[in-house]
């Protein structure tokens, strides 16, 4: 099987921040494959809502002999399996323990109702620039 590169946002505003950004890679790294690099995590403010809660992000490059959509079935599982309920798509930005984003894989370009790569904001967001450009 032929490995391909994937780098995933990570982000948890709620409970343990630190614990559920840890839990996550080490689940990924069993469900979706071995875990090449990890940011730093960095405290940041929501984005797109109003919230007290500051949220905790990272970016890790995963690889991984999984196709996009299976990366993505796989993330949504880990999320559910931490306790997250609904994506903010459907319901708008909110607080969550867990959120997972593929950002890029390999040097595709999908553009599906559910699955965009490379991911469509995070130019936009400081929170995922900052640490994809220190593991990229």
Not at 100 to 117: A, F, Q, R, V
Request: glycine share 6%.
């Amino acid at each position: 099987m032929i490995d391909h590169q994937v780098y995933l946002g990570l982000g948890s505003n709620l409970g343990d921040k630190a614990w559920n950004l840890s839990e996550a890679i080490r689940l990924i790294g069993e469900r979706v494959g071995q875990v090449l690099r990890q940011s730093s995590f960095i405290e940041t403010e929501p984005w797109g809502f109003q919230s007290d809660n500051s949220f905790l992000n990272a970016v890790i490059l995963c690889e991984t002999n999984k196709t996009p959509r299976e990366v993505l079935l796989l993330t949504q599982q880990i999320e559910r399996d931490m306790g997250r309920r609904q994506k903010s798509v459907s319901v708008g930005y909110a607080d969550r323990i867990i959120d997972i984003d593929i950002l890029l894989y390999d040097d595709l370009t999908i553009d599906e109702p559910d699955l965009k790569i490379p991911h469509p904001l995070m130019h936009q967001r400081d929170f995922v620039m900052r640490p994809l450009q220190e593991i990229y």
